[in-house]
């Protein structure tokens, strides 16, 4: 016990070392699967992590953009040098406006599927200008006329901190020789992988040592969750195997959720099983009804649909002849004393009803002569009785005339029901009382709160007392031999 304590603890930290990983896996994987959508909001807040990890998703600078905005720097440079005024600046400013009729002719954005970002610079430039084409909106920003009298410093600050901003998000993304954007991020993920394969080989390995009569597939399966882990598409589904091993690693307790999901799942489903069950059993008794099952079993014809019989014992007969015997010889002489104080109260009750006997009250002795009449009268009636029905259980003479009279009863019964006609009746009545029922009450089903039922059902499974449960290993031979 000692050896195991400590062998259950280490079990215990290579879980949660595991789990601890492949969190760390899923995190990644997550933040590989948001990147690009997030890309603008990484390269405002923390434009170190678009330098690392852009060259990974094939992300690069686009050159007509890049080249665009190179362009504004060198004016900016230039504009310091030699004045606002002068033959150069006043060059760099028409190529500047002639890059910005192609980017809106030829539109770099649409490749990264950004052209809303276009459109939202198109409609600054023509707010700040006044201006309803966005051509003449940007050849009027781009002219030395306007940013002289507009002032220098105060348009291109509002070009830097309005516009450059949503010119520097657009990107030109690689796309390989299968024609997908190239994506490196599976030299981060392969690591992870081969580490999880081999833990999957490992305890499927240690399954089957355990179980050996489990074919090496089935010891696979166990953790049929963890083959997500190993998957190189659809990685989210790694959520699946990451939620299991955390619990099972006991660092969150999805125990309560995890009721919650069933719950939810049995309520779902519970009404509308419920239901067709139910409906589906009525159905079946209808059928039977119509079909003439109720006529044959009264007139007690064997050509009815064949009775599969387990055991060559009518347990019908076998229960009435239990019930009969335990009344006769256990429950009848324990109830002797008050079947005999009844009947003795009722032959007194009769004699005091008789007027003679009310005129002989008054004698001597009489009252103590009846006392002692009504408890013999009383205990010999209930002997006698009690004799009789013990002589007519064991005379098998008796007990076959009984068995006779029932057989002729029942003959009797179903050959006059029969010919009176009223067997017609009778079957319609009960179809109709059976689809009352799937009217009424099948009906009041679906009225109840099934979640209010499963919560009811979940707290009596928890206040009942814990049974202890059989090795499955121990239970499988016993099945086979069954």
């Known amino acids: 016990m000692a050896n195991h304590k400590p062998l259950k603890l280490r079990n215990l930290y290579f879980e949660r070392l595991m789990a601890i990983v492949a969190t760390v896996n899923l995190c990644l994987v997550l933040f590989n699967l948001t990147y690009v959508p997030w890309r603008d909001f990484y390269?405002?807040?923390?434009?170190?992590?678009?330098?690392?990890?852009?060259?990974?998703?094939?992300?690069?600078?686009?050159?007509?953009?890049?080249?665009?905005?190179?362009?504004?720097?060198?004016?900016?440079?230039?504009?310091?040098?030699?004045?606002?005024?002068?033959?150069e600046v006043k060059t760099q400013l028409e190529?500047?406006?002639?890059?910005?009729?192609?980017?809106?002719?030829?539109?770099?954005?649409?490749?990264?599927?950004?052209?809303?970002?276009?459109?939202?610079?198109?409609?600054?430039?023509?707010?700040?200008?006044?201006?309803?084409?966005?051509?003449?909106?940007?050849?009027?920003?781009?002219?030395?006329?306007?940013?002289?009298?507009?002032?220098?410093?105060q348009?291109?600050?509002?070009?830097?901190?309005?516009?450059?901003?949503?010119?520097a998000t657009n990107y030109y993304r690689k796309i390989g020789e299968n024609g997908e954007f190239i994506d490196y991020f599976w030299l981060i993920d392969l690591p992870f992988v081969l580490l999880f394969g081999i833990e999957l080989l490992a305890r499927s390995f240690y399954i089957q040592r355990r179980h050996p009569s489990m074919s090496w597939l089935n010891a696979v399966l166990w953790r049929w969750y963890d083959l997500f882990l190993l998957l190189p598409f659809w990685r989210w589904l790694r959520i699946v195997p990451v939620l299991v091993r955390l619990d099972q690693a006991q660092l969150i307790n999805f125990q309560p959720l995890r009721r919650q999901i069933n719950q939810a799942f049995v309520a779902n489903f519970a009404e509308e099983l419920t239901e067709i069950v139910v409906v589906r059993v009525i159905n079946q008794i209808q059928g039977s009804i119509?079909?003439?099952?109720?006529?044959?079993?009264?007139?007690?014809?064997?050509?009815?649909?064949?009775?599969?019989?387990?055991?060559?014992?009518?347990?019908?007969?076998?229960?009435?002849?239990?019930?009969?015997?335990?009344?006769?010889?256990q429950v009848l002489p324990q109830i002797q004393p008050e079947i005999v104080a009844l009947l003795r109260h009722n032959i007194a009750t009769v004699f005091h009803q008789v007027p003679v006997y009310r005129n002989l009250q008054n004698l001597p002795g009489i009252g103590e002569v009846q006392t002692q009449l009504s408890e013999q009268?009383?205990?010999?009636?209930?002997?006698?009785?009690?004799?009789?029905?013990?002589?007519?259980?064991?005379?098998?003479?008796?007990?076959?005339?009984?068995?006779?009279?029932?057989?002729?009863?029942?003959?009797?019964?179903?050959?006059?029901?029969?010919?009176?006609?009223?067997?017609?009746?009778?079957?319609?009545?009960?179809?109709?009382?059976?689809?009352?029922?799937?009217?009424?009450?099948?009906?009041?089903?679906?009225?109840?709160?099934?979640?209010?039922?499963?919560?009811?059902?979940?707290?009596?499974?928890?206040?009942?007392?814990?049974?202890?449960?059989?090795?499955?290993?121990?239970?499988?031979?016993?099945?086979?031999?069954?």
Do not use: C
């Open 155 to 167: 348009e291109i600050n509002f070009f830097n901190q309005k516009i450059k901003p949503l010119i």
């Open 290 to 329: 119509q079909r003439g099952d109720l006529t044959r079993w009264l007139s007690q014809q064997q050509n009815l649909h064949p009775y599969i019989d387990i055991n060559n014992v009518n347990e019908v007969e076998a229960i009435a002849g239990i019930f009969v015997q335990t009344v006769v010889y």
């Open 43 to 87: 390269l405002r807040r923390m434009p170190e992590i678009t330098q690392i990890y852009d060259p990974i998703k094939g992300i690069e600078p686009n050159r007509e953009t890049n080249n665009y905005l190179q362009k504004v720097k060198a004016l900016e440079e230039q504009v310091s040098q030699t004045g606002l005024t002068s033959p």
């Open 95 to 153: 190529e500047i406006s002639r890059l910005s009729r192609d980017t809106i002719d030829g539109n770099p954005f649409a490749a990264a599927d950004k052209s809303g970002t276009l459109e939202k610079i198109k409609n600054r430039i023509r707010d700040r200008t006044n201006q309803e084409s966005a051509k003449v909106a940007f050849a009027t920003f781009w002219s030395q006329d306007y940013l002289s009298q507009k002032g220098w410093l």
């Open 377 to 482: 009268l009383a205990t010999q009636i209930t002997t006698n009785l009690y004799n009789a029905i013990v002589s007519a259980v064991e005379d098998p003479v008796g007990a076959k005339l009984s068995s006779q009279l029932m057989q002729h009863f029942s003959e009797a019964l179903g050959a006059e029901v029969q010919k009176k006609h009223v067997l017609s009746e009778l079957q319609s009545l009960l179809s109709d009382f059976l689809e009352e029922v799937k009217i009424n009450y099948v009906q009041r089903l679906s009225e109840e709160d099934i979640e209010q039922i499963v919560e009811q059902t979940r707290q009596l499974r928890e206040k009942a007392p814990v049974q202890p449960s059989m090795d499955k290993s121990a239970a499988l031979p016993e099945i086979r031999e069954r």
